[in-house]
C-alpha cells in the first residue's frame, strides 16, 4: 500500500484522526513501517530485517567406509590396505577399535607414491591382523557415495573374504605385473558372494571356506599363489591351501556354479557393471 503524505494536522482534526486510527486496528500492518508521530514529525524507520546467513553443507566426495572381522571379531586397530590393483600400489590406512575403516582420497599409498585416488573401480579391501592372518572384502568405488558398492554386506565376512581371493586369483590369470580387479563386473562379484552365504555350495567352495576359517585361526596368511608388491609386510608369503583351494573353484568353471564371475572382453569393458 502507498503512504500517502499530508499536511500538520491540529486541534479537532487531531482527536478525529486518533479516533479513526484506532477504529482502523492502527492501520492493518499496511507495509509493516512504523506509523508516523501525529503532528508530521519525521517517520521512525523500520528494523531492518536481518538476511539469513546460507547454512555451509558440505560436498560429497568420492569415498567410502566398511568393517573388516575374523569370526566376528573387529579386526581393530589393523593395518589395511585397498587397491584395484591397477600399478602395483594401493592406498594404506587403519580401523579403528571397532574395526571400522574408511576409504578416501588423503590415503598414502603404500609404495610411497604421494595419495592413492582409485575412484571408479572395483577395489580389494585387505586387513592385516596381528596374529599374521588377513581380513579380506570388496568394494566398488563409485565417483560420489551414491555409486558405492560392496559385496552385499559392509563387513568382512567369510563369504567376502571367499569371494575376494577369488578375483584376486582369477584376475592373475588374465592379466600380468600386477592384476587389475576391473576384469570383473562387481555386479556379478556380489552375486557370487551371496551364493557363498547359502547353501548351494560346490565341494570346492565349501573346502574354501572351511580352509579360511581355520587358517584364519591359525594366524596364516590368506594370498593364494603370491604376495603382491602392495603387501604392507613385505614377508607375507602366499598359503599353498587357499591357493588350491581357490584354483579348484576356478576349474570347476561356470558348469559347476553358473554364479561364478566371469572375466570381461578387457579391464574396464564389463556390460552391466556400475555406473561410477
Known sequence: MKK????????????????????????????????????????????????????ATATPTPGTSGTLSIAGNPLANATVVFTCGCNGDGG????????????????????????????GHNLMVVGYASTGTQAWTMQFLGNSPATNLNLGSSNSDLAATAASLYIYYAASQLASSDKTFDWFNFNQIATFAQHLRGSSLTSAEAKLLTDITSEQAAGHTLYPGFAPTWDPNKSTASNATIAADVRAVYQGGMSADATLPTPCPAANACTGAPTP
Open 92 to 119: 594404506k590406512i587403519s580401523t579403528d577399535a571397532n574395526g571400522n575403516y574408511q576409504i578416501g582420497y588423503t590415503a598414502p599409498s603404500v609404495l610411497g607414491n604421494g595419495t592413492y585416488s582409485p575412484s
Open 4 to 55: 500517502l503524505h499530508r499536511a500538520p494536522l491540529f486541534g479537532a482534526s487531531i482527536i478525529a484522526l486518533a479516533t479513526l486510527l484506532a477504529a482502523c486496528g492502527g492501520g492493518g500492518g499496511g507495509g509493516g513501517g512504523t506509523t508516523p508521530p501525529v503532528g508530521g514529525g519525521t517517520p521512525t524507520p523500520p528494523n531492518a530485517t536481518p538476511t539469513p546467513t546460507p547454512v
